[in-house]
């Protein structure tokens, strides 16, 4: 059964969460949430997956209805400051229901 909203989580380095949600957009996500985060890991992990950890991030959700999440993910995946290694990743999250408070959802 699919879920009729998606929630995209972009964990990228510091400074690039504004113009992945420029992008985003574009793409027609309607909005997102920007939470100041940092990475952790032993002092012997100094690669995730292969690249340079950079501990200083950018946390971007950004709630789309789910026909929109392959085109938004496409599109931020797309950017050419996420093309450096290690700048960064993104996953998704069904939603199934969610309420918005002072109005009604989209």
Same mark, same amino acid.
């Given at each position: ?10 964990? %990228? ?6 113009? %992945? ?17 940092? &990475? ?7 690669? @995730? ?11 971007? #959700?950004?709630? %789309? ?13 797309? #950017? ?7 700048? &960064? ?5 069904? %939603?199934?229901? @969610? ?8």
């Amino acid at each position: 059964m699919e879920t009729p909203h998606t929630l995209i989580t972009c964990i %990228v380095n510091k400074g690039m969460a504004e113009t %992945v949600m420029d992008a985003a957009r574009k793409a027609g996500a309607t909005g997102g949430t920007i939470l100041p985060a940092r &990475g952790t890991g032993k002092e012997e992990d100094v690669k @995730f997956f292969g690249h340079p950890l950079v501990p200083e991030k950018d946390m971007l #959700l950004i709630l %789309v209805g789910s026909g929109l999440t392959g085109k938004v993910l496409e599109t931020i995946k797309n #950017l050419p400051l996420l093309t450096e290694p290690g700048s &960064g990743i993104a996953f998704c999250i069904d %939603v199934e229901r @969610f309420i918005a408070f002072g109005g009604s959802p989209e």
